[in-house]
């Protein structure tokens, strides 16, 4: 079994867990008494907390450990925020933050607070001008991540930290996935950081704040991590994320290079190997282990379940991953394909032979998950024609009466449609895929495209929130124009290569 999903978590590493044995040992007692035991624990606390702000280029005064790196995301936003409120309670963030940022930005504006939303191009990148743009004077904190955790792009922080610096507003950058890989980019403010995600034990954040940035501690005051994470530390578990972080950094730049070189490897077949796929997120500013693409015609969480079948466990960033109905935050923010999305994220030590068979088997894996949903084979403008259009499966969402290519006027669905052009498409046809999940109606879709002549219309009627990604997106692939999206109505006019 292949597991490719570093950038959730890794199994703990080998010096974490040599580290994390000799310290149960020693490290036990209360470190803020002064007993032999107290320092002997105290002592191992201060080395670790050293060599983490070595790490993270900072002082050790100006590190905390938090319980997790979530804490340390909420507690220093409500910090920085709270610490700053004489400012002003606005905060900026990107589109495509963990959800834990965005969440602590959803509970600031339900406490009356103002949010401002930088968006993102199609790789996932955001712009410090528009981060510039964002800030006004009642700006408290602007967060943004180091690299982005679904699709790998890479941040221009130190491009935003200096702008952010220009408008008196403080930093705080999430570098929970770039870390292992390299030092922190200059000019932030303040910083978090996970330990599970180097293969230090769960349950250990970082939590660095620049001194002269003002902050409140959010909760009750606690005399533990001067203030910042309430509660007895947990030394054992420090002391090894600490080891396990600089022996990952000293292996970071070559492991890197190899990692990244597979990583271009999957990048360059995958679209060769599997038909309609889109490769997502910064071809060249990325981190170095983890690429994601997405599959026209399959769904998600299939596509996940088969691979792992196949003996290769991955993760995706699609709707049919969670228990929402919508499609990630961050595939919606770049306006890319969200169904049948993969995120493939190798871990240290990963085998070439482990990539090939990854590459062999997916070609398969995915051809099966598409034939489960009855999609048949991709239309594109090129090689339309309407005598290969294959027919509807059982359950298709266009029926006898609208498979044929007819006059929207004369089509009952098409008249009722809602929010649809009352103007007439010569040749067009309705395809109700109501109540159906994508990549259902993205299926329906291409089924029918053919059947309608060049220049005519086919009205998809779809209400999954995914769809608003995903059939603009399915027209981008194959160069038909989304002519109207309105409400639960698509209007996907078929374009001729020829025209």
Request: with cysteine; net charge negative; glycine share 8%.
């Amino acid at each position: 079994m292949s597991s490719f999903d570093a950038a959730s978590s890794l199994p703990l590493h080998p010096v974490a867990r040599q580290a994390l044995l000799a310290a149960l040992d020693e490290g036990w007692a209360d470190p803020a008494r002064p007993h032999r035991e107290g320092r002997r624990a105290r002592m191992l606390l201060d080395a670790a907390r050293e060599s983490a702000a070595e790490m993270l280029d900072c002082r050790p005064d100006e590190l905390s450990f938090a319980a997790s790196g979530t804490h340390a995301l909420h507690t220093g936003i409500a910090g920085a925020l709270a610490g700053r409120h004489r400012v002003g309670r606005g905060l900026v963030v990107s589109a495509v933050e963990h959800s834990a940022v965005l969440h602590a930005a959803e509970a600031h504006e339900r406490a009356g607070g103002s949010v401002r939303e930088v968006t993102v191009d199609r790789t996932g990148r955001v712009d410090a001008q528009e981060y510039q743009e964002a800030l006004g004077k009642e700006s408290a904190l602007a967060c943004l991540q180091s690299a982005n955790h679904e699709v790998g792009t890479v941040q221009p922080v130190e491009e935003t930290a200096a702008v952010c610096a220009e408008a008196g507003v403080p930093l705080l950058v999430d570098a929970a996935q770039s870390l292992p890989w390299g030092p922190a980019p200059d000019g932030w403010s303040l910083l978090t950081a996970s330990a599970h995600k180097w293969g230090g034990p769960a349950g250990v954040g970082l939590l660095a704040i620049r001194k002269g940035v003002r902050f409140a501690a959010p909760g009750p005051a606690d005399e533990r991590e001067t203030g910042r994470a309430s509660g007895f530390e947990n030394i054992p578990a420090i002391v090894a994320a600490a080891a396990s972080l600089r022996a990952v950094r000293a292996e970071a730049e070559t492991e890197g290079a190899r990692l990244r070189a597979m990583i271009d490897r999957i990048r360059a077949r995958v679209p060769a190997l599997v038909p309609d796929t889109e490769v997502v997120g910064d071809p060249v500013l990325r981190l170095p282990h983890l690429v994601t693409f997405s599959c026209l015609y399959a769904d998600g969480e299939a596509l996940l379940h088969a691979l792992d079948v196949a003996g290769f466990s991955v993760s995706s960033g699609s709707s049919c991953t969670s228990s929402t109905l919508t499609p990630s935050h961050v595939l919606r923010a770049m306006g890319v394909l969200s169904e049948g999305n993969v995120r493939v994220s190798l871990p240290p030590g990963t085998a070439e032979s482990d990539v090939e068979g990854f590459l062999s088997a997916l070609p398969g894996v995915v051809q099966g998950v598409r034939a489960q949903l009855g999609a048949a084979p991709s239309p594109s403008p090129s090689s339309a024609s309407p005598s290969s259009a294959e027919p509807s499966a059982p359950d298709a969402a266009s029926t006898p009466d609208t498979a044929s290519a007819t006059d929207a006027a004369s089509t009952p669905d098409a008249a009722s449609a809602p929010d649809a052009d009352p103007t007439p498409d010569v040749g067009a046809l309705t395809v109700d895929a109501l109540g159906k999940r994508c990549p259902v109606p993205v299926i329906e879709l291409a089924k029918v495209i053919e059947q309608v002549p060049p220049g005519g219309v086919v009205t998809v009627l779809a209400d999954d929130e995914a769809a608003k990604l995903d059939i603009p997106a399915w027209c981008g692939m194959t160069g038909h124009v989304l002519v109207e999206a309105t409400g639960t109505t698509f209007r996907v006019r078929r374009v001729d290569a020829a025209s």
